[in-house]
Nanobody
Framework: QLQASGGGLVQAGGSLRLACAAS????????MAWFRQGPGKDREFVAA????????RYADSVRGRATISRDRAASTMFLHMNSLEPEDTAVYYC????????????????????WGQGTQVTVSS
């Protein structure tokens, strides 16, 4: 139900945009998020968007460099990141839940029941 795309090889300092197409009803009511898992690391929260997208949350590691957004007509979520660093290298996963999560819960992977397959982002120095 979730299809992530847009990963690839990017030079440090560059930017990219990831997309997550959702085959779901009532897309605008979902809380959706991006997580990532770097080599030898645990999965970590990146950014989340609740409902119509007016409520967002970002991890400290990407705040100011990342923007999460939605295209409601296309039922697609985006993550735009700039000033990429080698530490951003990871497999990026999109996730969704039918529930409107409270702000404090938006960063917890256990709250999301739907996951995409992941897309690899590699940032070269």
């Amino acid at each position: 139900q979730l299809q992530a795309s847009g990963g690839g090889l990017v030079q440090a300092g560059g930017s990219l945009r990831l997309a997550c197409a959702a085959s779901v009803r009532a897309f605008s009511t979902y809380t959706m998020a991006w997580f990532r898992q770097g080599p030898g690391k645990d999965r970590e929260f990146v950014a989340a968007s609740r409902g119509s997208g007016t409520t967002t949350r970002y991890a400290d590691s990407v705040r100011g460099r990342a923007t999460i957004s939605r295209d409601r007509a296309a039922s697609t979520m985006f993550l735009h990141m700039n000033s990429l660093e080698p530490e951003d290298t990871a497999v990026y996963y999109c996730a969704a839940t039918t529930r409107g999560l409270i702000f404090s819960a938006m960063g917890s992977p256990a709250e999301y029941g739907y996951w995409g397959q992941g897309t690899q982002v590699t940032v070269s120095s």
